[in-house]
Structure formats: C-alpha cells, structure tokens
C-alpha cells in the first residue's frame, strides 16, 4: 500500500448491522459553571466568544457519529481542535458535559465505577503516544499486565502473551526490559498488550507522532497489517493527514472542538467541506487517494466493451498502469454493478491536474 493510499477494507454500518461505537451529541466544556452553559444562549456562542464572556472553554461540541465493526476510523485535527479530549471521553477518562457514547451497545456515561472498570477491562484499549511500559516488567509480563488485571491465571495469560509478542514481531525479545527497546519496539509492546485483552474497540491517541519517520511509516503499516489480520475496530487519532489517508476507512475532521468533515479518505480529498480542509488536503496527490468511483463515466457511442474489468474501489494510481496498457477502456463495476468505462485519458487528467496544483 502507498503511503496515502486508501485502505482497501471499507466498512459499512448498513451491512454490519449495530455499530462499535456510537457517539450522540457529547459536549466537554472546561471551566467555571460550565455544566451551566447548555440550554441557555451561550451554547450558540464560538468557542472564543464563549470563553471571552464566561470563562469556559468548549473543547468538544456537540460531536455526534457512528463507527461500523471492524472499521479504522481516524479522527484527526489540529492542536487545540478537541480530537485528544474527544478520545478521552470515549472511555471516560474524562467525564462529558453531555451526551452519550455507546460503545457494543452499552452506554459508557451511565456506568457506575464497577461496570466501567468491566468495559475498560473487556471493551476497549487504547494505544497512547507515552508507551506507559511498566520498567520493571519484561516484555512478556507487560504484553499480560491487563490480563493479570483482568484475573487471568498464569498459564493463559502467558500464553495469550506469547501469541500477541508473536503477533507484533517481537519474538526473542520476551525477557526484555523496556529500557533494553527502541521506541518502535516499546510501541509494539504497547500494541501487544492492547491486544491481548481482545478488546471491541481499540484507541490509538498519537501514537507514533513521537517515533522517527521511518519507525513511524513501519508502525503504521504494522497497523494496516494487524486489521487486516485481526479485523478490529480501531479508532486512530493524529494531526497527520497523510497518516489519516493511509489507515482510515472514513476520516472526521476536527476544528475548534466540532465536526468540519466526515467522509471516506478519497470524499475528503475530492470534495472538502471547506477551506480549512481544502487547505488540509491540496498537497496531497489525488491519483494517491481517489478511486475509479472519481473518473468513471458513461460509455460512449459505439465504445468497445471488450475491455478487462476493475473494481470501482481501485485506488486510480494503482489502477494506471492496466488502464493505459490495454487496447480497450477498462469497465469498472462495484460488486456486479457496471458503472462505466475509464480509459488513458480519464487517468491523465487525474495525474495532469495534480501537476497544474503544485
């Protein structure tokens, strides 16, 4: 996969039935009072016009939506957009000012300590920028601390540890003490562990943003690697577009602690919701990220359709070489659907107006 390719493993709720998560109209809002702001007109206000008159700052507003089973879904921003806090709250690391987060159906702002402890231990996990290793643990009782938490015996947690070290590649390493890893490696350590509680939902918070590039470029393929092999819901925060490109099924776009955009990496890239997205993506090589969905047309008058057949989910640059070395135009279809044709042209003027964009 390239580095901004879209991931070919799209999810969609409609066919998976109940999502993973579903966020409805959750609200963080910091400061004095501020379970107060809601209902009055103050709740209308920018965030900076909010935070002028009453002293609070409203770093997640009124952030509703769905992530399908098995989906990677990445939520992704700016410094200072909500996307941290919103990851937070999802697991209540942080309690919402309002709304509701439900996650395999069972609403997390209205457990009790016992019950959300239970869902931390057999729900979710999360992946954070801070490997939080513990020093004094080798590799192999780090990968089964929660598991140890969790009231596992011995045996199975070990075991289970050893298949998720495996798992990572991190095998020879078991006896090892953090200190004795790179950051790569602690990373995966981190993944390991997270994985070993088989949870529903994983939670990835910057991740790999303190990591070198090329450690980083390894651990998101390790990422692609592991959904494709295990099928886990994911959902990835990061300030990196290229990042988001290249793991998410859908992308949702963060500013000022609302939503801008939501949408499929290659519906972010050809239709931004606005100039902060449009800025967001202009870099970013279309034939990389768009599909044949984006150059399909109808045939024309007497056009041969003896062409070979693609899927319409084909990323257009890893399509190109097929398309301009056939005789015929390429039919493109989505499942059993025919959509159209795409020849050498259609791609040309993909690859043309990135050239005209630099």
Known sequence: MSETAAPPHAVDIAVTGKPALRVEGLWKIFGPKADKILGTENQSLSRQALLGKTGCLAAVRDISFDVARGEVFVIMGLSGSGKSTLVRLLTRLIEPTAGTVLIDGEDITKAGKEKLQSLRRTHMSMVFQQFGLLPQRTVTDNVAYGLEIRGENKAKRLAR????????????????????????????????????????????????????????????????????????????????????????????????????????????????????????????????????????????????????????????RDAARQVLSSKHPVRVFRGDQFLGLVDDDDILRVVVAEEDAK
């Not at 390493?173 to 070993?196: I, K, T």
């Not at 939670?203 to 959904?227: C, G, K, N, T």
């Open 161 to 316: 540890a050893q298949e998720m070290i495996d798992l990572v590649g991190l095998s020879g390493y078991e006896a090892s003490f953090p200190d004795q890893l790179s950051g790569g490696m602690q990373q995966r350590v981190g993944l390991a562990r997270a994985l070993a509680v088989d949870p529903q939902v994983l939670l990835f918070d910057e991740p790999f943003s303190a990591l070198d590039p090329l450690i980083r470029r390894d651990m998101q393929d390790e990422v692609v690697r592991l959904h494709e092999e295990m099928g886990k819901t994911m959902i990835f925060i990061t300030h990196d577009l290229q990042e988001a490109l290249k793991l998410g099924d859908r992308i949702l776009i963060m500013r000022d602690g609302e939503i801008v955009q939501i949408g499929t990496p290659a519906e972010v890239v050809a239709n931004p919701a606005d100039e902060y997205v449009r800025d967001f993506v202009s870099e970013i090589p279309k034939s990389h990220v768009l599909t044949l969905d984006y150059v399909v047309r109808p045939p024309r008058e007497n056009e041969s359709l003896d062409g070979p057949i693609m899927q319409s989910n084909r990323i257009v």
